[in-house]
């Protein structure tokens, strides 16, 4: 059984993952922590639990999403895994940062690259990779269809979607991904957002306002 808890982070309130089974071994995803209290509180989360983070995942890679990687990174011993296309947001995310006067010292060691359709594993559970791009090129879920959840990051929120103004964004795109990779996901489905409360793919079919 998977625990699935998550902490907001810096001044864009982005959502941090981390998942866990019951024999301690977890996953991160999306380290957004910014400021070194927000690293605290990861720290201590993983000291308290009794957690060895063994993998460190990525949906997209916003400034927002890895403001922590480096940090995760280096504390952990791990190596990311993100899809190929957002690479080159993780390698300008830097730049971007000190466009919200928000410096900080980006990832730059190897990485690993996620295939949509593979999956990965935490123990003996297992998370379904979904490509969904549209609010960035290459983003992507993950989707455990045993417990009926998807970690969705930036593509669907709570009665709202991913923004598509950013470069590489594409509303069409993302309405359509949004349609057939997640809306075909069973409607108890629990969508936890890169941002904002959880929902459900029941709840967004029929409250959504961008896709009625």
């Known amino acids: 059984m998977i625990k699935v808890e ?23 995803i999306d380290p957004g922590c910014y400021f070194s209290a927000e690293q605290d509180t990861i720290k ?6 009794g957690l060895t983070p063994v993998q460190l995942l ?8 890895v ?3 480096r940090w995760a990174a280096e504390q952990y011993k791990l190596i990311p895994w993100l899809h190929p296309d957002e690479h080159p947001l993780l390698q ?5 940062g ?23 594993t935490l123990g003996t559970d297992t998370f379904t990779i979904i490509a969904a791009p549209g609010h960035s090129p ?5 989707y455990c269809a045993a417990q009926h959840f998807v970690i969705g990051g930036d593509v669907l929120f709570r009665e709202s979607i991913g923004r598509t103004d950013l470069p590489g964004g594409n509303l069409d795109q993302l309405l359509n991904n949004i349609r057939t990779q997640l809306f075909t996901l069973p409607e108890e489905t629990v969508v936890y957002p890169g941002h904002g409360p959880s929902t459900t793919i029941g709840h967004e079919k029929k409250y959504n306002p961008y896709l009625q």
């Open 138 to 142: 290459g983003h992507v879920c993950f």
């Open 44 to 49: 201590n989360h993983v000291l308290r639990a």
């Open 92 to 96: 300008r995310a830097p730049e971007s």
């Open 6 to 28: 998550f902490f907001t982070f810096s001044p864009f309130q982005e959502n941090t993952y981390v998942l866990s089974n019951e024999k301690g071994e977890a996953i991160i």
């Open 67 to 69: 403001f922590g990687l």
């Open 98 to 120: 000190l466009k919200f006067g928000l410096g900080f010292s980006g990832y730059t060691g190897p990485v690993n690259y996620l295939t949509p359709g593979e999956t990965i």
């Open 58 to 65: 990525l949906t997209h890679c916003h400034l927002d999403h």
